[in-house]
């Protein structure tokens, strides 16, 4: 299951009677009516890097495609060793880059006792392997994405100098041989939080 975490703010825009934006003119002359297209530009694009009326390091930035449902096991070839996990996609889908943090991961039901080793490993925007230990949780910063643009400095950076998506997957060992003769459920809720960078690419100082 996908989602779509977005700060697209809903709403109007007015445009005061003293801005003039250069149009077509057309000379109405011996005939009682015109036609006059009219285009509207209604809240905030969060998509257009260039896009006016949302702060540097706003929420309102954030815009982000997450697996919302994600699985991890062990395999009958590693007798159950090893475990192991498909690859989920995260994709940064606004026009400013986003640091991705795991800031939270419970075990909701189940125990991990007789896991030896637990992890969530993704690359970031420059290829780079990143990991966080969930193991021994401590919350902190996972991934960096680059704008939809594939950018992290919106005036610098060339479009498609940084990965905008990733893949991530789950990995990790089991203790002994407990579960060649066991079989256990666990459940678990990952907490990802997301904070816009600025237009430069850097975390924006209040």
Known sequence: MKKI???LLVGSVLFGGAASIYAAEENVNG???????????LGQDNTDENGPNIDEGSEDWINVTVDTANIFYTTKDTEHKTITSPYYAITNNSGRGVKISVADFTVDSG?????EALEISG?????MDKTVDLKSFAAGE???LANNQGKLNVDTDPSGGYTKDTLYKYSGTTKDEYYKGNAEQTSHTLTLAFEALGKDGNPVTP
């Open 5 to 7: 975490l977005s700060g």
């Open 31 to 41: 005939t009682n009516s015109a036609s006059i297209t009219v285009n509207g530009s």
């Open 111 to 115: 125990n991990l006792d007789n896991v």
């Open 123 to 127: 690359k970031d925007y420059s290829a």
């Open 142 to 144: 996972f991934l960096v």
